[in-house]
């Protein structure tokens, strides 16, 4: 069984002689890339302006299971991903140590994580991966449009957030970044969880005691800022690391990513504080509110980051 799982994963033929190519390599080139951010956020603007116009902001629009079976194929594509990049990381550091001991940048399976030698080219099994996960950021966008058709919510933080990352998953495929085994292997547990959870909810089952998906991507922000300086102290240290101009220019954008994902989370706690004080206050509705809670949990405070 592990046998087929390392072929299927890692192995393969598809998978072991990959390369990212302008020319065989579907969505590769930058004109594409310009192009798909560009009919995303056109498309998503025009639907929310369009039902703002002909639709009181109250009114929902039903979409049935579509959004359960969006969640479930994310969490399971991202499973997938994830399974996949471990054992072919692990294939990789087989057979590529003597390529670090010539070059002397890096010397530990840790190291290599996030910081690829000099040279280092977009192919293998890695970067295969890699290319999954750049192709399934696509598949996130989707959400946005079911954010808008029920909720009829667009927020600036939402489309730029889902913009850069397919940008930025884009640039670790072209430059070669160092990092990004280690960024798809916590992202990707983290879709996998977080939308194994979103299909959870959606089908009806209980919601967790506290903002769940919120507290994930805290989680995710967080390792991702601590790994930045693992990169940048391996940079100075071993000699350089391959992709840093394209890690610069990410590392800005998660930045910008975490500022307003910070502000965010503080007007959440703000907005959660006023509706504790204004139940704290109201007799009649500290009572409604605990018949409420008891009869379906703790749904309230289940604040989702989409």
Known sequence: MMQSLKYWF???PSIVNFRWSHTQSFGSTWSFLFAAIA?????VITLHSFLSLILSKSRRIPLGPIPAIHSLCVSLISAVIFVGILYSAAAEI????????RTKTISTPFQWFLCFPLGTRPSGRVFFWSYVFYLSRFL???RTFFTILRHRKLTFF????QSILL???????EFSQSFQVLAILLATLLYSVVYGYRFWTAIGLPSACFPFVVNCQVVLLAC???SHFGVLFLHFLKGGCNGMGAWGFNSVLNGVILIL???????MHLRKKNVEDIDGNSNSSSSSSSSSSSAHGCSRSDIKFD
């Not at 939402?158 to 957030?161: I, K």
């Not at 994902?261 to 007007?267: D, E, H, I």
């Open 10 to 12: 890692a192995e393969h």
């Open 39 to 43: 009919v995303y956020i056109v498309a």
């Open 94 to 101: 087989r057979d590529t140590r003597w390529f670090w001991r």
């Open 140 to 142: 996130h966008l989707f």
């Open 158 to 161: 939402h489309l730029f957030n």
């Open 167 to 173: 940008w930025m998953s884009f640039l670790w495929l």
């Open 224 to 226: 991702n800022l601590i």
């Open 261 to 267: 994902f910070l502000n965010f989370y503080v007007k």
